[in-house]
């Protein structure tokens, strides 16, 4: 994409965000400065070392995050080449169901990456260990692409520090019983609310009540109101806070009691 026009959609964004800001009788949600331009290549350069017990958690854009350990190993989310990191991460997983959640041109220099499908057909399988990071699937859509046996999306789930962080990617539908058994607890939870294309907002609620997360991060918002439909559904069920960066150190001492939704900042905005 060219300069100009990248500009040009980022001062289209502004213009938006600040329109809806001075706008009477503005919802609240429109108030958590969540604005993203399409197109707009979002890079997160590495911070400082992540203190022992903690991971770092930084939303790259759209249902990217990067994830950081204490041993120094990074993982991103929903890897499509453009919501990326000034370092090449040890770890990316995408899933199939759009070219921004996935890139058919990874970075070679990346040692493990995790589609959330599997090319041939069938059920993708993970489980890969690097130094304190461990990262797993569990297939979901299945059938979507007409065979029973094969699946178009993945969770999947981080384990670093005590702390179990899940990414439901672009699930379609409601999940199952043995879906959620293999989920196990979830103490952090990267939950889309588009309310379209991928689960509805009521769907969306629901994988929240039925995981039962202490955290719970929106992602897959840069849709024209579905971050103030999901808020005006979920307030009455759970604390909603905004956070002023993109990034977050999590550890298990900082987790709410119960249920609470943060809204990141994407890629620093």
Not at 113 to 125: D, F, H, Q, S, Y
Not at 163 to 172: D, E, M, Q, S, T
Not at 232 to 240: G, M, N, Q, S
């Amino acid at each position: 994409m060219k300069p100009a026009t990248i500009l040009r959609r980022s001062a289209a964004a502004l213009g938006a965000c600040l329109a809806l800001l001075s706008a009477p009788g503005v919802s609240a949600a429109c108030l958590l400065g969540m604005v993203e331009a399409p197109g707009v290549r979002l890079i997160l350069a590495s911070a400082s070392a992540v203190p022992a017990g903690n991971v770092r958690v930084s939303f790259l854009g759209h249902s990217s995050f990067l994830v950081e350990t204490p041993g120094r190993v990074s993982a991103i989310t929903d890897y499509n080449g453009l919501n990326v990191a000034s370092f090449v991460p040890d770890i990316v997983t995408m899933n199939n169901a759009h070219e921004t959640h996935y890139t058919d041109a990874p970075d070679p220099a990346i040692r493990y990456v995790l589609r959330g499908w599997k090319p041939g057909g069938g059920m993708a399988r993970h489980d890969v260990r690097v130094r304190d990071l461990r990262t797993f699937n569990v297939p979901t859509n299945i059938g979507e692409l007409g065979d029973p046996a094969s699946n178009n999306n993945s969770i999947f789930v981080f384990e670093i520090a005590g702390l179990c962080i899940a990414h439901l990617g672009h699930l379609h539908h409601d999940l199952t019983a043995a879906q959620l058994a293999r989920l196990g607890r979830v103490d952090v939870l990267f939950v889309p609310i588009d309310g379209s294309m991928t689960m509805t907002h009521e769907q969306a609620l629901n994988a929240i009540e039925k995981i039962s997360p202490r955290l719970v991060i929106p992602m897959h918002f840069g849709f024209f109101g579905a971050a103030d439909a999901f808020f005006e559904l979920a307030k009455a069920r759970w604390t909603i806070r905004a956070e002023k960066g993109s990034t977050l150190l999590i550890n298990r001492k900082m987790l709410p009691r119960s249920t609470e939704i943060r809204f990141l900042q994407a890629g620093g905005f």
